[in-house]
């Protein structure tokens, strides 16, 4: 598997977490964007049937943006690991705001 794909994986689970913490505050609703990448390592291939978990937590969140600390496991071992930084950016479509909130309840299991 691509390292670019794992990195993707692990992108958008870091933002989704950042963006559920941001929707504790009221009224705010923002897309994470991804903006630096820090300490990554490769440290093994995936291969096609390998399955991959994902670990994410939040090290800082502020309404500029935030910061997680990601790992991607096969069988319990760390394949890649790093850092990344996000910037948020306001949703300012309705129709993508509620398209936005449908997934973040859903992945919340709160649908």
Known sequence: MPGVLILEGMAQLSGLLLEAGLQEKPAKSAKAVLTILEKTKFRALVRPGDALQYCAEVVALNEAG??????ALRDGLIVTATEMA???KEVQDPLLDEKHRR??????GRS
């Open 103 to 108: 997934l973040m309840d859903l992945w919340l």
């Open 66 to 71: 935030g910061k997680t600390r990601v790992k």
């Open 86 to 88: 996000f910037a948020f």
